[in-house]
């Protein structure tokens, strides 16, 4: 039986796994046009660690502890791989551990990324079955555990400064920001503080962005950080 801090690095690793299945990046839609790989083995074959921003170690001693958040605000990416086989399992890791995980996606289509509506739909049923058929996701859905909300946006990236009113208080009280992707966690607020435990992943895939961050194409983010000032 796999340890929670095990369970929570291949939850990590799968969402690096899954943010390169994206077809709004050139490098990555030519890789799928000639024939790609299935999941499991991407994940497997990622580029070897020290990544362009490798913070996994300290990521792990904080996400790797069950219960240690009260809510997590995850902003997700794109639709398909890197939503369903990347974010829905660390969303599923951190239920498991009593958090509460609210599930932030855009308001409106732009290239792949997926909408809160198409999100939300996944928890719905078809033909008298629900779409999702994992029971941690579906209980949680059930419960209000788990919530599915707009950001207000419809951008490929992400500007903390100008969020829906919905979104703003769905986030409320949450301990825990992960920010997906490399338009919402590379290209913009990679750097950007928190008064909260943060953690920005995402899978370089344009050469210009590799270069800026002196590491390699298809290369790994992840940036964590503890809070650097503390509400009152």
């Not at 997590?72 to 990416?77: E, G, I, N, P, Q």
């Not at 939503?83 to 609210?102: D, I, Q």
């Not at 932030?104 to 629900?130: H, K, M, Q």
Request: glycine residues 10%; aromatic residues 4%; charged residues 25%.
């Amino acid at each position: 039986q796999p340890s929670p801090r095990a369970r929570m690095e291949l939850a990590l690793r799968g969402v690096l796994a899954g943010n390169i299945f994206d077809l709004g990046a050139s490098a990555s839609a030519e890789l799928w046009a000639n024939g790609g790989a299935a999941f499991a083995e991407t994940r497997g074959r990622l580029l070897a660690r020290p990544w362009a921003v490798d913070d996994l170690d300290e990521a792990l001693e904080r996400l790797g502890a069950p219960g240690r958040y009260r809510k997590a605000v995850l902003f997700v990416d794109n639709a398909g791989s890197d939503v369903v086989l990347g974010m829905l399992p660390l969303c599923r890791e951190l239920l498991k551990g009593g958090t509460r995980v609210v599930l932030a996606a855009n308001e409106l289509p732009n290239i792949n990324d997926i909408t809160a509506e198409e999100l939300a739909g996944l928890f719905t049923c078809l033909a008298s079955r629900p779409r999702v058929e994992d029971e941690v996701l579906l209980a949680a859905a059930r419960a209000g555990t788990l919530r599915v909300v707009s950001t207000g946006s419809d951008l490929p990236v992400i500007d903390l400064t100008d969020l829906s009113e919905a979104f703003v208080q769905e986030a409320a009280g949450c301990d825990l920001v992960v920010l997906e992707g490399m338009g919402r966690a590379i290209e913009t607020n990679l750097r950007a503080e928190f008064t909260c435990d943060a953690l920005n992943i995402g899978m370089v895939k344009h050469p210009e962005v590799a270069q800026c961050l002196g590491g390699r194409l298809f290369d790994g983010v992840v940036r964590f950080r503890r809070p650097t000032t503390q509400l009152n």
